[in-house]
């Protein structure tokens, strides 16, 4: 994945492209509240902060800087994942509007979890190689 070119093809790439415009929709259809606006304020924020960590991670010219950008998209993913339940808890958006959406962010979550993962692995076999 290191130094990749062609991102928009990764299946991570369009999964984090699309939670992105996923993200972009609620903040347009959040109630015009103060709350409102300032809770999805952050949301948009970070929510569409991961896919460009992510891409960014691609375009590394190391494994430890992939890793770097990668466990900021994980970061970014964690605090979108707070706002979503805070828009929840304040009940400023249904529970059931957001299910879906909770849903991805753990998928995606996960994926960020096992790129890390086998970067640190591959990171530590090349330092082993010296």
Known sequence: MVGQRKTEGTELAKRTKAYA?????L??????????????KQLLRSGTSVGS?????????????????????????DETMYWLEL??????????RLTSLIDESDQISAMLVASINTAKRR???KKGKR
């Open 21 to 25: 415009l996923r993200i972009i929709r």
């Open 27 to 40: 903040y347009g259809a959040l109630p015009k509240s103060p709350e409102a606006q300032v809770l999805g």
């Open 53 to 77: 960590q992510y891409r960014e991670g691609c375009r590394s010219r190391s494994i430890a800087e992939f890793i770097s950008k990668l466990s900021g998209a994980l970061q970014e993913l």
């Open 87 to 96: 828009l929840q808890d304040a009940d400023i958006v249904r529970a059931s």
């Open 123 to 125: 990171l530590r076999q």
